[in-house]
């Protein structure tokens, strides 16, 4: 059973929902990242999603495009990442996956790719411009690896194409919440409602939502409606705000934890 | 030849296919699939016909261009005057047609991204022929770059988002617009400008432009009572070089080459010839050649025409490039300045500064061959929007 598996079956059993944090590797600069997922950890976080920057990544909105040039200053490559995930595997267990544009992916080469993401103790991989038709020799090597390949859904999605992916995803479902970029804001809870009921009818799979959430409270609805919560923009703004901030890993822990309450029903 | 279109992901041999967001797929489905439908569609056709003579003035001329033949020596240059077009390049054709397709899917709103403006031109033109909402993307670089553009495309009642992200030219303002299709996909269409995106746009906007082509190839046997010897293109995203191209691929003895912006020249790094300088990858939704980095980022592009300024190419384009059917050359910034003014002078054409860049390879072209060979070039654009460009690099305040 991979960790994320091992994580999910754990949650269900003590009927918990997964708080997946998302923040940009290299921003404000790696040594950084580390201290941040560490101090994610501590505070609730159940699985982490690193992202990894790209020059042209065409499905985030402003927060993150501009997380990923802070990391780009200093050439923060997938290759840095992976080292990145290996220096944190020294201390921690909590699932780590990859958010890459398939670009760097396919220079690094897939193959490449997956032995060094396994050695480094990554657990899974998102790539949001890759659909499963393109992606023939990532899903040979996540069938031959630990690694998960997981999955996107949108709310356009049609049903047949929906099933095919929830087949097809491993680890999760990634649900993106609205028809939009990563930061935009999310306003109507019926559609998703919706949509995760007629997901659940397809695919015993866990579901973690993602796109537009950005406080407590959402997280707490939301939450209602899936296995996990995915929040990426909130934490990388507050990583934003407070770049020079010595005080950086304990503003986001902060953060994460009162995510982490209104998910197991504390208050916030 | 092969003359092989695409498979049915749109792919060119490895180049190509759909690497596009999960919450565009359905939209490239349905595109490709009206699109398809289009194809054979009577009424389709005979819109698209009839906006392409009565609306762009089609067919445009092939225009002998005897004392550029005469001033540079060697084979007869003709000038396929996509200038003439409506808005003043190729630009039109594929607008046009675009135009009519998100109408049939019952899209209120379209969006493009433009580099040199040409293209935002040509979409702020069909949006207001075919009563639609219009939002045109462009780098606050090129929005500088192409002042004149920008107002055209305001007069025409387009909106006009400026774009300061990376490099702030054509790769941020595709970015951009990639970024509001995903958002507003459900009522907005993306008229891209190119032979590039994810499939079925490489192959739509290929087949919009091969008119260019097709007429070239009727009006050069009834002038010279043969086919050329030569096709010669400027290539950016690659559009009106795969509008000429196309309906010559099976005529083995008909060669091309498809002209890249060398900008300050290959060594000096600042530039955008991918066949050149650049190795395969995805950007924007299509694998194909691009200029990036050991890391897979995407390298910065120059060249002092905004619509070459591009860091991808066309994936059709990458698979004739690898399987030798079309070869690849580059010109520089200071050639096709030269060859702007030379075409000015002696025949009394302003080329766009793209096109310039064709007409820089013919310079060095033509005097090769014997007098009996033929060239075709596409005149892709004019020059006008360029004027205040080129005044400004010789330091002429107007």
């Known amino acids: ?268 | 030849m092969m003359m092989k279109s695409p498979d049915q992901n749109g792919h060119f041999g490895i180049y190509g296919g759909r690497f596009a967001p999960e919450t565009l797929i359905p939209a490239l489905t349905e595109l490709e699939k009206h699109y398809n439908f289009s194809k054979n569609d009577k009424e389709f056709q005979s819109d698209l016909k009839k906006y392409l003579q009565e609306f762009a003035g089609r067919p445009t001329p092939l225009y002998y261009a005897q004392r550029l033949t005469k001033k540079i020596g060697g084979a007869k240059i003709y000038l396929k005057r996509e200038d003439l077009c409506h808005t003043g390049a190729h630009k039109i054709n594929n607008t046009i047609g675009q135009a009519l397709l998100a109408k049939r899917m019952g899209k209120r709103r379209v969006i493009a991204e433009t580099g040199a403006g040409q293209h935002g031109v040509a979409v702020a033109t069909v949006a207001a022929v075919f009563g639609l909402e219009c939002e045109v993307y462009m780098g606050t670089e090129d929005m500088e770059r192409q002042s004149l553009n920008v107002y055209r495309m305001r007069l025409m009642g387009a909106k006009v988002s400026p774009v300061d992200s990376g490099s702030r030219t054509l790769k941020d303002a595709i970015n951009e617009a990639m970024r509001d299709w995903t958002t507003n996909v459900r009522t907005t269409h993306y008229i891209l400008g190119s032979v590039l995106g994810p499939h079925p746009f490489p192959v739509m906007i290929r087949d919009f432009q091969k008119v260019i082509g097709r007429e070239a190839r009727q009006q050069i046997r009834k002038a010279e009572g043969r086919l050329p010897d030569f096709l010669l293109a400027c290539v950016g995203g690659g559009s009106n070089a795969m509008g000429l191209f196309y309906p010559f691929l099976n005529d083995r003895t008909v060669r091309m080459i498809g002209v890249e912006a060398g900008g300050h020249g290959i060594e000096s790094g600042k530039h955008a010839a991918r066949f050149a300088d650049g190795s395969v990858g995805v950007l924007h939704g299509t694998m194909t050649y691009l200029l990036q980095d050991d890391d897979g980022q995407i390298r910065l592009t120059h060249s002092v025409s905004a619509g070459l300024d591009y860091a991808a190419v066309g994936p059709e384009h990458s698979y004739y490039h690898d399987r030798g059917r079309i070869r690849f050359t580059h010109a520089t910034d200071q050639e096709a300045l030269a060859a702007f003014d030379l075409l000015s002078r002696v025949e009394g054409i302003m080329p766009a500064l793209e096109s310039a860049h064709a007409v820089a390879h013919v310079v060095k072209l033509a005097p090769r061959l014997k007098r009996n060979q033929i060239i075709v070039v596409n005149l892709s654009g004019r020059g006008d929007k360029d004027v205040m460009q080129v005044a400004k690099i010789r330091g002429v305040k107007l």
């Open chain 1, 1 to 268: 059973m991979s960790r994320i598996d091992h994580t999910f079956s754990g949650l269900r059993a003590k009927k918990e929902k997964a708080l997946i944090p998302y923040i940009m590797a290299g921003d404000p600069y790696l040594e950084r990242t580390e201290e941040l997922v560490l101090a994610m950890e501590q505070a609730g976080a159940d699985i982490i999603e690193l992202g990894v920057p790209f020059s042209d990544p065409i499905a985030d909105g402003p927060v993150i495009q501009q997380a990923g040039q802070r990391a780009l200053k200093w050439k923060t490559s997938l290759k840095d990442v992976l080292k990145l995930v290996s220096d944190i595997r020294k201390k921690s267990e909590i699932p780590i996956v990859l958010m890459t544009y398939y670009n760097p992916v396919h220079k690094f080469g897939v193959e490449n790719l997956f032995k060094a993401a396994e050695t480094s103790g990554v657990d899974g991989l998102i790539i949001p411009d890759l659909p499963p038709e393109e992606g023939r020799a990532v899903l040979e090597q996540s069938r031959r690896s630990g690694l998960d390949w997981i999955l996107l859904s949108a709310p356009t999605t049609p049903m047949k194409r929906l099933r095919f992916l929830s087949e097809q995803t491993q680890g999760f479902l990634y649900y993106v919440s609205l028809t939009g970029i990563t930061g935009a804001s999310l306003k109507d809870l019926s559609e998703v409602r919706a949509r995760l009921k007629m997901i659940r009818r397809m695919t015993d799979k866990p579901v973690a939502i993602g796109f537009g959430v950005s406080t407590p409270e959402q997280a707490r609805a939301l939450g209602r409606m899936a296995d996990g919560v995915i929040v990426g923009s909130a934490i990388v703004r507050l990583v934003e705000q407070h770049l020079e901030d010595p005080e950086l890993p304990s503003v986001v822990a902060g953060f994460v934890k009162r995510l982490k309450h209104a998910l197991t029903g504390k208050p916030i």
